[in-house]
């Protein structure tokens, strides 16, 4: 047992630390709070644990709480716990010394560090709860007296590199610590500590779900000025400290079985986590066992949130570690394309002052991440198989932004093929799926077509579409700016292909259909043309790479296609949007050599090769098949005045 006051020094480590937190690294200063009620509560925890494991242990557990107490004009705040509590050689231990092997190598990295913000997360990965109490506070006093001892501990420091221990026989079980605040100062972030709005709002933030009740006094009660009689008088004179109020929901709803929370409960936790006033369109729980275990309370909302295409838009996924709030928007729990996903995810094994940069890196995270994403689309899928309705709303809001998980999210590419869907040539009102489309597949098709551009009507009235309509094959009609993206990237689909019906060579016939009559007569037609493509392709050179006899066209006499592997033009203005300068890419102009337009041209180019007019024919020829496939002319006023000056001629 000791007796009197001892001073001592604080390890080299800690003092250096020390130095860092007061000179304040942190701009959120609020996370002192968090801290020291986390604190708390793994005493509580410890405490309930340790009554468990020692029947013999003389504690009381009756009425295990957190309790803070704030006074205004002393400028003094309390954190108060009746959990495990300290012993004066475990105070030396805990408080004055830092036992960690990489100490060295992590104040040198912290000294070294010119970023603020790197320097805060560098001392997140150490895990320094206690001390970031002296951010706010020009002195700290911690009482303190371990479960079952009869003898308590009080310590004081002002964080200058020394402090001092002495006995305190009137400690209860328990810890607590009592901060001298330092002056308010807006502009440094810190904040009036002593403001018991304040603490209740970070309270409310950072430790709602704290399944021990925090307490505080209620709200100071208006005084009224009417009550003068004597018994009033000397009621006065005996006044009465003001029961306490708990101040945190303790409803970690996740944690809770799920027969016993209601969907209403789920709702109002998804309002307040999301400040959506709308209920969510699903409620997702998981719960993991095992070596690492974690629980999750996810909602996919009904509605898009504004800033989903925002740049400095946020994931609405919110880390706790044992029922503790660590980080709103933790990006390393769920991937960009789904965003929309808000909840809460609750580890039981990480540190309570991990970083967003060790998130990233941390196995454990990444496992999470990956169970979270599997779920996430599975339970999508459910409502896809079970709700058509729900499933539309879903596909409405946010089918775009998933469809960005087809470019960065190669693992689960085919899960989010699988509930995708997509505007098709087979329904004028409701979309398809791919599993859908390939089950309509004709005999002896073997790709799914597909076709990007502006707008339904556009495509659907494109030449490219001609022979595809004569054969009865569907294609997708794809309308959204991220298709020209996924669907270069994403090479098929159950075995089958994804082919473009605006690039490369067409060939719809079955092997069935390919006689050697239909061979020799299309070898033919190629000799045929043969004069007039070359000499198109030379007048036309610096619009096109080629002139070509096509296979897709049956009644337009000509459209304008892309190589196999090209950058289609919306692909092409996106990039140059984005401030990409591409080098001129020339497509392809394919002729319908039935057409009585182009068999007209060919036998005036046989008999007249001189003629000038021809080729104003064949740039004509062009233009009506750019304009055909929605695209822009280079020079729309000579298109008007050769159009105008052939019209002429006909009257």
């Avoid at 130095?19 to 410890?46: C, G, P």
């Avoid at 150490?126 to 020009?138: K, L, N």
């Avoid at 995810?345 to 991440?369: G, H, K």
């Amino acid at each position: 047992m000791t007796t009197g006051v001892e001073t001592f020094e604080f390890q080299v480590e800690a003092r250096q630390l020390l130095q860092l937190m007061i000179h304040s690294i942190y701009s959120n200063k609020d996370v002192f709070l968090r801290e020291l009620i986390s604190n708390a509560s793994d005493a509580l925890d410890r405490l309930r644990l340790e009554s468990l494991r020692d029947g013999n242990l003389q504690a009381d557990t009756s009425d295990l709480h957190i309790a803070i107490e704030v006074d205004k004009e002393s400028r003094t705040l309390t954190v108060r716990d009746n959990g495990i509590g300290m012993s004066h050689d475990g105070v030396v231990e805990l408080i004055g010394t830092i036992a960690n092997s990489g100490t060295a190598r992590f104040l040198k990295e912290l000294r070294e560090s010119k970023d603020a913000a790197a320097s805060a997360d560098l001392i997140g990965q150490f895990g320094v709860g206690f001390y970031s109490s002296f951010m706010v506070a020009d002195e700290v006093t911690m009482l303190t007296r371990h479960a079952g001892e009869s003898q308590g501990t009080r310590w004081v420091s002002s964080g200058e590199g020394t402090y001092t221990l002495e006995p305190a026989d009137d400690a209860p079980q328990g810890t607590s610590v009592t901060l001298k605040l330092k002056p308010e100062d807006t502009e440094d972030h810190l904040y009036d500590y002593a403001s018991p709005w304040k603490i209740r709002e970070i309270i409310k933030q950072h430790s709602d779900f704290i399944t021990w009740p925090i307490r505080m006094a209620p709200a100071q009660a208006p005084v009224t000025t009417d009550e003068t009689d004597e018994t009033d008088e000397a009621e006065q004179g005996e006044e009465k400290a003001p029961e306490l109020e708990t101040v945190n929901s303790m409803k970690a709803l996740w944690a809770r079985p799920k027969d016993e929370v209601t969907d209403e409960e789920y709702h109002e936790f998804y309002k307040h986590i999301s400040h959506d006033w709308v209920d969510p369109l699903e409620t997702i729980r998981m719960q993991a066992e095992g070596t690492f275990e974690y629980q999750s309370l996810l909602f996919i909302p009904a509605r898009a949130p504004q800033d989903l295409y925002m740049q400095d838009r946020k994931r609405g996924v919110q880390l706790y570690v044992k029922r503790v709030f660590i980080m709103d928007d933790c990006e390393a729990l769920m991937p960009e394309y789904l965003r929309f996903i808000k909840g809460v995810v609750d580890a039981a094994d990480l540190s309570l002052n991990v970083s967003r940069e060790t998130l990233q890196q941390d196995r454990q995270i990444q496992l999470m991440r990956r169970r979270l994403v599997k779920k996430v689309l599975s339970t999508v899928k459910d409502i896809m198989s079970s709700d058509a309705e729900r499933y539309g709303t879903f596909w409405t809001e946010f089918g775009r932004v998933l469809k960005e998980g087809l470019l960065s999210d190669l693992e689960n590419r085919e899960a989010i093929l699988e509930v995708c869907s997509f505007a098709s040539t087979h329904d004028t009102e409701q979309p398809t799926t791919l599993r859908g489309y390939t089950e309509r597949m004709k005999d002896g098709q073997e790709h799914i077509y597909y076709m990007t551009g502006e707008s339904r009507s556009i495509m659907e009235s494109s030449p490219h579409m001609e022979a595809f309509r004569d054969k009865g094959f569907e294609v997708l009609l794809l309308t959204d700016p991220i298709d020209e993206l996924w669907v270069d990237a994403v090479p098929e689909f159950d075995g089958k292909q994804l082919r473009s019906i605006a690039k490369g060579q067409v060939d719809l016939d079955s092997q069935d259909e390919k006689d050697e009559e239909a061979e020799a007569e299309r070898e033919q037609r190629q000799k045929d043309f043969a004069e007039l493509l070359s000499w198109m392709t030379t007048a036309l050179s610096e619009q096109v790479k080629e002139v070509r006899l096509s296979t897709r066209l049956t009644t337009s006499p000509a459209c304008i296609v892309g190589d196999t592997f090209d950058v289609t033009p919306a692909l092409e203005n996106i990039y140059r949007s984005m401030g990409q300068n591409l080098p001129q890419i020339k497509r392809i102009l394919e002729l319908n050599p039935t057409h009585p337009l182009v068999s007209g041209l060919r036998k005036a180019h046989g008999e007249r090769k001189d003629d000038s007019g021809l080729a104003e024919t064949a740039e004509l020829l062009y233009s009506m098949a750019l304009l055909a496939e929605g695209g822009e002319l280079s020079d729309p006023s000579r298109f008007i005045k050769l159009v105008a000056e052939r019209v002429q001629q006909t009257l």
